[in-house]
């Protein structure tokens, strides 16, 4: 089975904090992306990545930067945390570039309260 | 730009009921069509899709089928139970700038009382 972990399930931290999300495939995907769920607004996508060191920006990537030294793994950066960062992140990752049909797979979330 | 419209929620059923959750897209081209799943303290989990027009997408007896003039992919089941109980998101593929990324709906969560 694909698996797709993320460090941190819960996490508190103060404003102005630099806070750091991480995330680990293990399927050898290309694909790794970064998305937050909050309530009535489904998911966002904030960054994606589809080789080493390659990001591109989502459709909100204010407040956030993103880091991909390894194949595998996939980190969120808040450089200073505001509250208006409290949300659910979800990790995803996707085997191929081409195609349209390519299931995309979720870890299970990191809650993040930003007081 | 692309974008996906779900039935607003919560919706409430009994057990055994018959389930609509309705989608319609707007996209430019051909995209795919997906349902996702989150249970309760959970990922998304993919529950099915349809990659063409007409297509019908199907599992754990849950349907949905690609109609492209109707720009829909309503999601269907015939006796729901207590354990599908979760929040259901449609969702579109949209290929930009070197990869496959998914556009959400805003989610519908669903209960079913036994």
């Known amino acids: 089975d694909v698996k797709v972990t993320q460090s941190s399930r819960y996490l508190v931290k103060r404003t102005g904090e630099k806070v750091f999300l991480e995330c680990v495939q293990d399927?050898?995907?290309?694909?790794m992306f970064w998305y937050r769920q909050d309530p009535g607004l489904g998911l966002r996508l904030i960054y994606f990545?589809?080789?080493?060191?390659?990001?591109e920006k989502g459709d909100i990537p204010e407040g956030y930067s993103v880091s991909r030294e390894k194949k595998e793994r996939f980190s969120l950066i808040l450089e200073s945390a505001s509250t208006n960062q409290t949300s659910m992140y979800l990790c995803a990752s996707s085997l191929y570039r081409g195609g349209s049909g390519n299931t995309i797979y979720f870890g299970e979330g990191s809650w993040l309260t930003v007081v | 730009g692309n974008s996906v419209t779900q039935m607003e929620g919560p919706v409430t059923l009994s057990e055994e009921a018959f389930l609509t959750i309705n989608c319609t897209y707007t996209a430019t081209g051909y995209p795919s069509l997906f349902w996702y799943v989150q249970y309760p303290g959970e990922g998304l989990q993919l529950l099915l899709k349809a990659t063409k027009a007409d297509d019908k997408g199907s599992n754990k007896g849950f349907e949905a089928t690609y109609r492209k003039e109707t720009t829909s992919f309503h999601l269907e089941k015939g006796s729901v139970q207590v354990s599908d109980s979760a929040v259901y998101f449609c969702?579109?593929?949209?290929?930009?700038?070197?990869?496959?990324?998914?556009?959400f709906g805003q989610g519908t969560r669903l209960t079913i009382n036994p």
């Open positions: 399927m050898d995907h290309e694909n």
């Open positions: 969702a579109l593929s949209d290929h930009r700038r070197g990869a496959q990324k998914l556009v």
């Open positions: 990545s589809y080789d080493v060191k390659m990001k």
